[in-house]
């Protein structure tokens, strides 16, 4: 978004403390009010959504009673661990800050500077943040509610929604030159009740209840589309009659996109950004950054020790979005000084490994092919990662060209 031009505009009555003479004229805003006009030349996508607000909620809140109690990040690592990198690494609380929770703000402060500024992923490539939030189960949420006209009270009780994660993408991070991290947090209290006729909702003593005797079919549903309102990735519940976890249908659609290609520099135009090179299982080889007769940029890998698997040699590129029951399309050129097989795989980053749709041999040969592989995602997950799996073969590969789409 560009700025073109501003324009600022006092806008006054229409007598002037200096001036009792009447004038003429058309009365524009309220008087002594200063208008700010800005042009802009915008590349988004229309925003109309002002139009269509409300001048007043149904539902008001005044009491959101939940604290943070932990704060966990979820990385990818290629480091030896001995903890399951699936359970997260706990960074607070620790032994100096004690296990003191903090009461959320929604009054539009930031969360806590010191638990957000110690946010690092250590060794590893930080993937989600998650936050772990509690409550009372004999809490409520309160509030007021517009109910046949009148405002009444409002309370919702948190005996099954008493501890809960969220966990943000990373990319929801805000960070600031100073490296001070912040991570906003969300609650959507319109879309939470919206589509439901609260002028049937049963009175009790004049106030709307919700919880295990009182408006159960409501209380019910407003429990089940709870944790879809905060502003996370995705959620994990910890009450049985919850469900286990589940991604934000709305933040899950953003990984949704056809035609576009997930592999970010797949033409090696920046060498080697955002791609990883592992050696392990006594692999070893030695890579470097070419161009062809066409111009065009490749990876050169010189293998000195094969090693013992396939992933003893393994070229890696991160963050891979599949979501279950899409179509995918994988195209690579690759040209090797041997033939044999290779492995190309797009699956968990994070043991226990398993494919997430792709996990295919590929033939290699002294000829420079292009490959197009298909392949159907079997489970939502923003985080996966792409492998091309090189070991046991020694030999020179020149790989170019990789791309990965979204078909449907």
């Given amino acids: ?170 990319r929801q991070i805000e960070k600031t030159a100073d490296k001070q991290w912040t991570l906003p947090i969300r609650f959507y209290v319109s879309e939470w009740i919206k589509g439901f006729d609260w002028d049937q909702a049963i009175l009790e003593n004049g106030a709307v209840i919700l919880d295990e005797s009182h408006n159960i079919a409501l209380w019910n549903a407003l429990n089940e589309r709870f944790l879809n309102q905060f502003s996370c990735l995705s959620w994990d519940s910890f009450h049985p009659a919850m469900p286990e976890g589940n991604y934000v249908p709305e933040a899950l659609a953003q990984f949704s996109k056809l035609q576009f290609n997930w592999v970010t520099n797949g033409d090696f135009e920046k060498n080697g950004k955002r791609w990883l090179w592992i050696q392990q299982f006594n692999g070893s080889a030695d890579t470097s950054f070419v161009r062809n007769s066409n111009g065009e940029n490749i990876l050169r890998i010189q293998v000195k020790n094969p090693g013992t698997e396939a992933h003893s040699l393994q070229l890696i590129h991160e963050n891979i979005p599949v979501l279950k029951n899409k179509e995918y399309k994988l195209t690579f050129t690759i040209k090797t000084d041997i033939s044999g097989m290779i492995t190309v795989r797009v699956g968990t980053y994070h043991p226990p490994y398993r494919s997430l749709g792709l996990d295919q041999y590929i033939s290699i040969s002294p000829t420079a092919n292009e490959h197009t592989i298909q392949y159907t995602g079997t489970e939502d997950n923003p985080f996966a990662r792409l492998e091309f799996n090189l070991g046991k073969s020694a030999g020179e590969y020149h790989i170019q060209n990789i791309r990965l789409l979204q078909l449907n």
């Fill in 1 to 170: 978004m560009h700025l073109l031009v501003v324009f600022w505009f006092l806008l006054v009555g229409l007598l002037s403390a200096c001036d009792s003479r009447p004038t003429a004229g058309i009365e524009v805003g309220n008087p002594e009010v200063a208008l700010t006009t800005t042009f802009t030349l915008d590349y988004g996508e229309k925003d109309y959504s002002v139009l269509a607000r409300s001048s007043e909620n149904i539902l008001e809140l005044n009491k959101f009673p939940f604290s943070l109690s932990e704060v966990r990040t979820y990385s990818s690592y290629y480091v030896f661990l001995e903890w399951n990198p699936t359970d997260g690494l706990p960074i607070w609380p620790t032994a100096a800050t004690g296990d003191t929770a903090i009461a959320l703000d929604f009054s539009g402060k930031n969360l806590n500077a010191g638990v957000l500024d110690s946010l690092t992923a250590s060794e590893g490539i930080l993937k989600e943040i998650g936050l772990k939030l509690n409550a009372r189960k004999k809490d409520r949420i309160k509030g007021t509610l517009l109910h046949n006209g009148s405002v009444v009270p409002f309370e919702f009780s948190l005996a099954v929604l008493d501890s809960f994660q969220l966990r943000y993408h990373f």
